[in-house]
């Protein structure tokens, strides 16, 4: 409860760390404490590696009860995360609980805590937990939790439905929706703001909303934009986009390489216009959703988890379900595997990186 306490009470901390961008160390591909990979999966999934189907595997017995903690209602976290954790009770002696949550941060303490035993999270926030950083710099590191899966790309969404916003520089002077205080969105938007030479604090008027309040506060003209970052089409811009005409915000070539070059783990990604019906296709920057598990999770139910979300892909009623490929599961570089996975990527052919 004391660190709940202070992840709340860290806003000013946050407020000052704004005026650095990324953190600290995010790179090292082969370290345990360095940068998430920037792989990403390709449309359709893996050519060489192909998941579902009739593997020939099977399920682990002795399977628990596991919380999978997952993000905010209107969130893609929520919405797939319930769909793998029923087709995971229905595949394997596993069950698995998804509840809602206030995302990447909650999550992490969450495991930490002993409230969840799976979550998902930012790849860029798994690496500031595991290190200690930015919203955890006060509380410190949490060390543990493992990766089990990187499952998808989490585009950060900048949307508006001001038609005189069309760059990241027009949001200067505007009233911005930067996410939860402290949050992975947070960050997300101190990142992006940054490289453009904005301040989070004097160059706009942050508020700190999750994606609903976010959204509806763009239908009340409450404020100008909002940072949602998750994976696309995301339910609450969905739903704003229903009833009004909305945007995205592009990001440039030139910053979106500066961007990664000082935070590694972003890489460049496109909204098609189709998502969001939309008059041209937006180019912005994009992390990985991961899910960990806390190192005490048994490796039966961490291998079921894994034999839920990928051996029966094409009865995986969700859109995300199209993006699951193995070799991008098994990308995560910065933080080690769980034994289970370790074991369920075995299986399938592919080596990962064990925690230490």
Request: net charge negative; glycine share 12%.
């Amino acid at each position: 409860m004391k660190k709940k306490l202070a992840i709340a009470l860290s806003l000013a901390m946050v407020m000052t760390m704004a005026l650095t961008a990324c953190g600290g160390d995010n790179g090292g591909a082969s370290s345990n404490k360095g940068g998430s990979s920037s792989a990403q999966p390709p449309a359709g999934g893996s050519s060489t590696s192909q998941p579902g189907g009739d593997s020939g595997l099977a399920p682990k017995d002795g399977g628990t009860n596991l919380t999978f903690t997952t993000g905010g209602e209107a969130g893609t976290y929520y919405g797939f995360g319930s769909v793998i954790a029923g087709k995971v009770g229905d595949l394997t002696s596993t069950t698995v609980t998804a509840i809602s949550s206030g995302g990447s941060a909650q999550n992490i303490q969450s495991l930490e805590d002993g409230d969840a035993q799976l979550g998902f999270v930012q790849s860029d926030v798994m690496v500031y937990a595991f290190n200690g950083e930015r919203t955890f710099a006060e509380t410190g590191a949490s060390t543990g939790f493992s990766t089990v899966a990187n499952l998808y790309m989490e585009q950060v969404q900048i949307v508006t439905v001001d038609p005189s916003i069309k760059t990241v520089d027009d949001l200067k002077g505007k009233k911005v929706s930067v996410g939860a205080a402290g949050s992975g969105v947070f960050f997300n938007a101190v990142d992006v703001l940054s490289v453009y030479g904005l301040d989070v604090e004097k160059d706009i008027t942050p508020t700190y909303q999750n994606f609903n309040d976010s959204a509806e506060a763009l239908k009340d003209a409450q404020i100008d934009a909002a940072f949602v970052v998750a994976g696309a089409p995301t339910t609450a811009v969905t739903d704003l986009a229903s009833g009004r005409d909305i945007s995205l915000v592009a990001l440039d070539d030139e910053h979106i390489t500066a961007l990664i070059e000082a935070c590694p783990y972003y890489s460049k990604n496109i909204i098609s216009k189709d998502v969001y019906n939309l008059a041209e296709d937006t180019t912005t920057v994009a992390v990985g959703a991961v899910v960990v598990a806390r190192d005490d999770v048994s490796e039966a139910d961490v291998y079921n988890f894994l034999y839920g979300t990928f051996e029966d892909i094409a009865n995986l009623s969700h859109g995300k379900a199209a993006e699951l490929d193995l070799d991008f599961a098994a990308s995560v570089t910065s933080i080690g595997y769980h034994p289970g996975a370790v074991a369920y990527f075995a299986d399938k052919g592919l080596t990962v990186p064990a925690k230490g």
